[in-house]
Structures are given as C-alpha cells and as structure tokens.
T-cell receptor
C-alpha cells in the first residue's frame, strides 16, 4: 500500500543498547523527517533529509544518527539508548513542491 | 524565532455545535500553514494546507483561514460530531526553511 510505514510499532529496550527505527515511503518524496512527541513538549524535529545522501539536524539531534542512502528509506538510530529517549517517534515525508506533509503511525519506544 | 501557539489547550462542546480552533504565529514570513488531526495512539493526519498567498481552504465541514499579517489562522468545524474528537495541531512552514514548526495542539471533545 502507498504511504509511510514505520517499524517496529512498539519497542522495548535497555539503556546502552543500539536501536534502529525504520521508515519507508512509497511516494518518492524528496523530504523526510523524524520527530519525537512527548507530553509537555509537543512535536520536536530530530533530523530531516532533503534528498538521498543529504541530512540535517533539527531541534533535538543529540544521541541520534540518520542515513538516507535511498530516497524511500530514512532509518533513525539511537547509538546508545538512554531513558530520556523514551518517546513516540514519528516519521514524515513531503514532496519538493508546496504539498502537505504526511506522517507515519509512529513507533512507541520504551527504554528501561 | 518562529513560535506557534494554540489556545485553548482543550475544548469540550456538545454535538452539533459549530466551533473555531485558533492558531497564532509570531513571524509572518511563512510559506504555508497546515492543520493536522491526531487521534489517540495514532499519527498525524493532514486536514488542510493553506499557502501563504491564500486566505482560506475548505474540505467538507472544515474551513481553515489564514491572516498572515496578523499571524493568525482558524480552523472552523461545522456541525461537530463525536467522531471529530481528537487533538488538532497547526504547523507553519517558515519561508526560509523546509521544516514545520508545530503548536502544542487543542484537544477537542464532542459530547453526544
């Protein structure tokens, strides 16, 4: 089906572990984004990408790594997870033209 | 720095009522403004996108207006239904960036 798919939907891991959240979109949108959503903070941008092999930091990039070797995929890696990274993570994409941004269903990540 | 504010944070209305959700932003140099809906445990669904050159957009019972000079947008929901219960977020895209800046959202409850 067309759209944005995030996996896994739920993840529990321990502090210090590496975890990768996957994001795949079928529209061939140029722009892709990673957000985290926390009570009291709303949606905060972690990283974004304007095209394959082009990434840039958002508001809260520390502790996260991204890559974009293919247009359709934009994985987010927590290299050494901390409890403060417990959150709901959303991936989004947008075309280069003046089009709406679309979101995936999110990954709920708990770090114990 | 662009800031987006949504007031009130929560709103409860009886079914059938017409209602207005408010969004204000501090910098009028925007490319567009987007309204989203978020149901509990779900991702964001795009409702309406207003370009900076437009005054309003309509989709079904929803009408969004934009007054760029005063830094305000409203989302009008006609004949509200219990199924409209959700959190509504507005986001602006500043002119000099591809990123969206989100408000904290208004949580709407429509009582049968």
């Amino acid at each position: 089906d067309a759209g944005i798919t995030q996996s896994p939907r739920y993840k529990i891991t321990e502090t210090g572990r590496q975890v990768t959240l996957m994001c795949h979109q079928t529209w061939s949108h140029s722009y892709m984004f990673w957000y985290r959503q926390d009570l009291g903070h709303g949606l905060r941008l972690i990283y974004y990408s304007a095209a394959a092999d082009i990434t840039d930091k958002g508001e809260v990039p520390d502790g996260y790594v991204v890559s974009r070797s293919k247009t359709e995929n934009f994985p987010l890696t927590l290299e050494s997870a901390t409890r403060s990274q417990t959150s709901v993570y959303f991936c989004a994409s947008r075309d280069t033209s003046n089009q709406p941004q679309h979101f995936g269903d999110g990954t709920r990540l708990s770090i114990l | 720095k662009q800031e987006v504010t949504q007031i009130p944070a929560a709103l409860s209305v009886p079914e059938g009522e017409n209602l207005v959700l408010n969004c204000s932003f501090t910098d009028s140099a925007i490319y567009n403004l987007q309204w989203f809906r978020q149901d509990p445990g779900k991702g964001l669904t795009s409702l309406l996108l207003i370009q900076s050159s437009q005054r309003e957009q309509t989709s079904g019972r929803l009408n969004a207006s934009l007054d760029k000079s005063s830094g305000r947008s409203t989302l009008y929901i006609a004949a509200s239904q219990p199924g409209d219960s959700a959190t509504y977020l507005c986001a602006v895209r500043p002119s000099n960036t591809g990123k969206l800046i989100f408000g904290q959202g208004t949580t709407l409850q429509v009582k049968p």
